[in-house]
């Protein structure tokens, strides 16, 4: 199981939360991002072709900042979903209640029905989605045309 509980935990994603002093109106806050952290935010955001302004800091030698953006607080749990199904060792990602976002691995899953935990916290857990490892594009395909949509 691996849990992600704040924008800190997404920099090892590619995704390095700089400030929130950088949107005026305080409800962005500025994050670099390294190749695999942009990658990320497009297919999120299904906007592969998307340019991003250039980054502000440089990241290390080995993975390098390649461009920054703007993204609202809540943006955390979406992103935070989309670096955990990234991973094709976790077979669940749980958006919990309380804002964690935890990734559960199929010993996990074996482990939380053994021990009974979703009697009880059921409660905790808002939405769960299954991870599709045969679809890393996360894009439907119109039956009709074949096109990604």
Known sequence: MKEL????????????????EACTLGYRG??????????????LLGAIQLDLPNNWNSGSVSD????SIMLPHEMFAPLALW????????????IMTNGTV???TDDDLRLESEIGYWEQH????????QNETNNPVRRN????TGRLV
């Open 5 to 20: 509980r704040n924008w800190g935990d997404l920099s090892e994603f590619g995704i390095e939360r700089l400030t929130g």
């Open 30 to 43: 500025l994050c670099d991002v390294t190749r695999r952290g942009a990658n990320i935010v497009r297919d």
């Open 64 to 67: 390098p900042h390649v461009g």
């Open 83 to 94: 670096c955990l199904l990234s991973q094709s060792k976790f077979a669940e990602v749980w």
């Open 102 to 104: 935890r990734g559960m």
């Open 122 to 129: 059921a409660d905790q857990i808002q939405r769960k989605f």
């Open 141 to 144: 395909v119109h039956a009709f």
